[in-house]
């Protein structure tokens, strides 16, 4: 799977558009990138995924570099809610051999008023 | 919204003694899974369970941890011998097929404390 590279942590300011970044330069033409965040140690909560091109939804949108090399999780509205841990995820999807997810250490974003 | 349950949600148990989480995931899912999450550490992969076998496993889950789907309903994660290191948050996720097998539907965790 393709290592990801996120920052530690970030700060957003609520109701402004909170941009998580991610870099994951080995990624592979099969491998999709995932977001997941958790809040607060509850289980973590998908949010998004795509592969090449940009995606929308209730959630969250997520940007994809036209080399892939790197994406952009926009949370257009942060409110005090999305604090949390957020995870990108590299993996191929549909696999029968490993649907497991790696967790690395996230960006801790927190909003503030 | 549909949602996967695990009961209890705080666990205490002496060390050495044999544990049983359990999960009730998503009721047309097919894909099954435990994590942990050590107090302060990353999420970590247990096992995946599939058509009644487990089809992954990590390096943590060794001769101690069994799991099984004793009914159409539950997921459970035994812990046969505890021991302090086991003290972490459990997480029982599922997926719907394949898919989606990566779109995993989170329960809310059992804490898990071995004194």
């Known amino acids: 799977d393709a290592k990801t590279t996120q920052p530690p942590s970030m700060d957003c300011a609520e109701g402004r558009a909170a941009n998580l970044p991610c870099n994951h330069s080995?990624?592979?033409?099969?491998?999709?990138v995932y977001w997941y965040r958790q809040i607060h140690s509850q289980g973590p909560q998908y949010i998004i995924h795509?592969?090449?091109n940009n995606e929308t939804n209730e959630m969250a949108s997520l940007i994809i570099t036209e080399d892939r090399k790197s994406s952009t999780l926009i949370l257009p509205h942060a409110t005090l809610r999305d604090t949390a841990v957020y995870y990108c995820?590299?993996?191929?999807?549909?696999?029968?051999?490993?649907?497991?997810?790696?967790f690395g250490g996230g960006t801790r974003l927190m909003v503030k008023p | 919204e549909p949602e996967v349950t695990q009961t209890p949600s705080h666990q205490v148990t002496q060390m050495g003694q044999e544990v049983i989480l359990r999960c009730v995931p998503i009721s047309n899912h097919l894909y099954f899974y435990w994590y942990r999450q050590i107090l302060g550490q990353k999420v970590e992969f247990l096992v995946s369970?599939?058509?009644?076998?487990?089809?992954?496993k990590s390096e943590i889950f060794d001769d101690q941890f069994s799991v099984e789907r004793p009914d159409g309903s539950n997921f459970t994660l035994k812990i046969r011998s505890t021991k302090l290191e086991d003290s972490a948050m459990y997480f029982c996720?599922?997926?719907?097929?394949?898919?989606?097998?990566?779109?995993?539907?989170f329960g809310q965790g059992t804490r898990l404390t071995v004194v």
């Open positions: 080995t990624i592979s033409g099969n491998e999709y």
């Open positions: 995820i590299v993996r191929v999807a549909r696999s029968r051999a490993g649907n497991m997810l790696t």
């Open positions: 369970f599939y058509n009644n076998e487990i089809s992954e």
């Open positions: 795509g592969l090449k």
């Open positions: 996720a599922s997926t719907p097929g394949l898919d989606q097998s990566l779109e995993a539907f």
